[in-house]
């Protein structure tokens, strides 16, 4: 079944600076690949998404790379700011099949 | 908009119990998840239902049953609860019955067994 790697478990930057977290996936039948956000003591809510049509996709400072060649895929998130604190999931998935998420990635923005 | 109500908030348990958590969606939503969080694991699938009364055995589904006996709720029970397990049970929900749509999650159900 699909297996997904987040590389970075945690992840510091400067407030105003870019932050990039990667994942990798195995099947290559996966198509569509969320991204979800978890804040301190919340749950998780989705944040942006990228289908396997497109290699690149932006919603404001979010932007998700695409590379189906090496089945790897990003998020960027330019001009951090304090608010983008918490722990992002990546997760990948077919039709017909639930998700796989990813380990998740901590990032702290620091002022 | 809707909401995902899971119960318990907390459940304490015993080395061994049986235990069952409840999750109820009022989305109108087809699909309902079931994954465990655990630190620095991310999160794993134990079952998802497609509709009402389907089951679908996810990556860790050994040591669970689950039930959807209606299309609004979907439970878990853990059939022997492992001494010291501690986790967090988040329920999910999307529309459809693909895997290409959004998630909603509700706010968990943390297990620890004593």
């Known amino acids: 079944g699909e297996k997904v790697e987040q590389h970075e478990s945690t992840l510091s930057v400067r407030e105003g600076d870019s932050a990039v977290i990667n994942c990798t996936y195995t099947d290559t039948a996966s198509s569509y690949f969320p991204w979800y956000k978890q804040e301190a003591g919340k749950s998780l809510h989705f944040v942006i998404d990228?289908?396997?049509?497109?290699d690149r996709k932006q919603s404001q400072r979010l932007i998700v790379l695409l590379d189906k060649k090496a089945k790897r895929f990003s998020l960027h998130i330019t001009a951090t700011q304090p608010e983008d604190s918490a722990i992002y999931f990546c997760?990948?998935?077919?039709?017909?099949?639930?998700?796989?998420f990813g380990a998740g990635t901590k990032l702290s923005v620091k002022p | 908009g809707g909401i995902i109500t899971q119960t318990p908030k907390f459940l304490i348990g015993q080395e061994g119990q049986k235990l069952t958590l409840k999750c109820q969606q009022n989305f109108n939503h087809d699909t309902m998840y079931w994954y465990r969080q655990d630190s620095g694991k991310g999160l794993r699938l134990i079952y998802y239902?497609?509709?009402?009364?389907?089951?679908q055995k996810g990556d860790l589904s050994e040591g669970y049953d689950a039930s959807r006996e209606k299309k609004s709720s979907f439970s878990l029970t853990v059939t022997s609860a492992q001494k010291n397990e501690m986790a967090v049970f988040l329920c999910a929900s999307s529309i459809g019955t693909g895997g290409q749509n959004t998630l909603y999650f509700g706010a968990g159900t943390r297990l620890s067994v004593l």
């Open positions: 990228i289908r396997s049509n497109v």
């Open positions: 997760a990948a998935s077919k039709d017909n099949n639930a998700p796989r």
């Open positions: 239902s497609i509709t009402e009364n389907d089951l």
